[in-house]
């Protein structure tokens, strides 16, 4: 395979997958496509590469308080100090543009050590660069964008008119990059967003028996409410309200590395059996357990929960983060759980899940979304290889027939 690619005639051919860690989707994805890619055996020499190492000198952030940006963005969303995020992410891009011909230089340079034969971004604002600077260490090696969004919002958040390919997950994201001039045979399109192989394995035989194994009861219908790695002082508001009502329901909480959060909610006063689980790495495990989520409109959140059949529910307001907009309008479109424009809905939203016949409704349509993407995407990176070797291939062939004559 790839014979043609320059340098891969002795090896395998070498795939960087480009991550940081604003937020935690971007590198689940680049290490669920690394798992997936030597499950399925392919001839394939895969390394994840951290974008904020590699760019550490430019960080004017970190120069000045010794806070690296990423984590700074990462204090913010635990701390819920998302109101205004449009505006920062302007600032954001207007330094990223300010800076890229010094992130060109510091990029080419790593890619010239490193020599990958193709270099596939899994991060936003940074593509342009990216792309460009692996165009000039190593000309005619494919650069590839994969949308771990369900579209790209704002504009040139994800995809550049300069990208060589683009994979989308939506038809909205499809309709993105053909509207920037990328033709049909540089855009792929997947059947949803990248998920961890481990969403695709068997649930538990007994849901039930399960259950019982947290105090929870057999036969209630059982929301999974989830807010990223740190959780959020959401969750309680959420519990005390469902607490209020009358409602028939119990609740899984999952806090992650917040334990602060996990001992308020152990010590809530309720009325409704819950489980409270800190940090986890068996998410598929608990949401085979649930009947729906409840959580931010994330869309790495939303699709794990559909592959597992659960409806979601979201709030959309002015402090939900400019890229994930859209998906509570995707939700909306698909039909696939409630939005609500505030947390303070929920409660509201769950009552009206729970009408006869509506959770069984949302659960079949939610099983109906067939996410294959980890097992396609793969395939499709072997096949960007190949067609690049032929390319190279037949222009070697063409300068050795130039040179003859």
Known sequence: ???????????????????????????????????????????LEVSLVNLQEVLDPLDILRKLT????????????????TLGSPLLMRVLQLVVRTYHAASVRVLETFW??????????????????????????FPGRPFVTVLTDLADYPKHFWIERESQYIVCGTDRAVEQARALGHLGGTVFRTSGMILHPRFYEPGPLDRAAERQKFGLDLALPTGIVLFGGYGTKKMLDILRAINRTSLQVQLILICGQNEKLARALRKERKRIPIHVEGFTTQIPYFMALSDFLIGKPGPGSISEALSKHLPVIVDCNAWTLPQERYN????????????????????????????????????????????????????????ILNSSAEKGLAKSETNNLKSQI
């Open 66 to 81: 010794g806070i690296r940006i990423q984590d700074l963005y990462n204090k913010m969303l635990r701390n819920g100090w």
């Open 1 to 43: 395979m790839a014979n043609g690619m320059p340098g891969t005639q002795d090896r395998r051919p070498r795939i960087h997958l480009i991550f940081f860690d604003a937020g935690g989707g971007h590198r689940n994805a680049a290490t669920a496509l690394q798992v997936q890619i030597e499950r399925q055996g392919l001839p």
């Open 328 to 383: 509570a309008q995707w939700v909306r479109e698909q039909k696939v759980g409630i939005v609500v424009r505030s947390h303070r809905q929920t409660a509201g939203a769950v009552a009206e899940l729970l009408q006869p016949g509506e959770l069984a409704r949302y659960r079949a349509r939610a099983a109906a979304m067939k996410n294959r993407a980890i097992f396609e995407i793969p395939v499709i990176f072997e096949n």
């Open 112 to 137: 010239k050590e490193h020599s990958p034969d193709m270099v596939v971004s899994l991060v936003p604002h940074f593509n342009r660069a990216i792309r460009e600077s692996f165009q000039k260490a």
